[in-house]
């Protein structure tokens, strides 16, 4: 079963929400004077509130991936790292929003929601690109480099994660094992995308070379 029609509209719904967010996180930054550390959350009146509420619905909103994955029954698309992935970073979401931590969240945002315009950008591609003999779809020659920005992403969110942690004792709002929490759920789901790149690049090349020479 492919449902195209609801898939056209998701993809695109995604392309302008991610679009927007990574747009609105980068320019409340600048109105706000952040930094890559160090930016206090305000209780009066917080300017990340607004946009990691959209931030955390959008994740929500996500989970039509997995969806579209059930009904068509691409089960080997339902790995560990999707489910893992989708269902861990709600809870770290909510995590977030109850604990009103600080304002650098606000990287984390624009980071994901960038990334995110490009997948779906992908994926809205992907739509368009099937073979009309075999029905199947087309591969795209930039697909690896999705995947490469995701985990250059993952390694930005390390290097702010560890500036908190070193000048933790600088910031009123940051808590270290908050911070410590932060950083090795980013380090596993980089190992997990470094692990995925492995599996479905790097080795796959390697057989493709070990045939040529046999």
Request: proline share 3%; hydrophobic share 45%; glycine share 2%.
């Amino acid at each position: 079963m492919d449902p195209y029609p609801i898939k056209f509209i998701y993809n695109v719904s995604q392309i302008f929400l991610c679009s927007y967010m990574s747009i609105e996180a980068a320019l409340l930054a600048y109105r706000s004077s952040y930094t890559l550390h160090c930016n206090d959350y305000i209780n009066d009146n917080p300017p990340i509130a607004n946009i990691l509420w959209l931030f955390y619905i959008s994740k929500i909103w996500d989970l039509w991936d997995t969806i579209f994955i059930v009904i068509g029954k691409k089960w080997r698309q339902l790995s560990f790292l999707h489910v893992y992935h989708h269902a861990s970073i709600i809870f770290v979401c909510w995590f977030n929003i109850n604990l009103q931590y600080d304002g650098d969240v606000f990287l984390t945002i624009f980071l994901n929601s960038f990334i995110h315009t490009i997948m779906y950008t992908y994926y809205f591609i992907c739509m368009h690109t099937k073979d009309t003999k075999t029905g199947k779809h087309l591969p795209i020659w930039w697909k690896s480099s999705l995947t490469m920005l995701q985990m250059i992403q993952f390694m930005t969110m390390m290097v702010q994660a560890t500036a908190q942690y070193l000048f933790s004792g600088e910031c009123t709002a940051h808590n270290s094992a908050v911070t410590a929490f932060y950083f090795y759920y980013v380090l596993l789901m980089l190992g997990l995308f470094l692990n995925f790149f492995v599996v479905n690049y790097i080795k796959p090349k390697k057989k493709k070379k070990m045939s040529k020479a046999e």
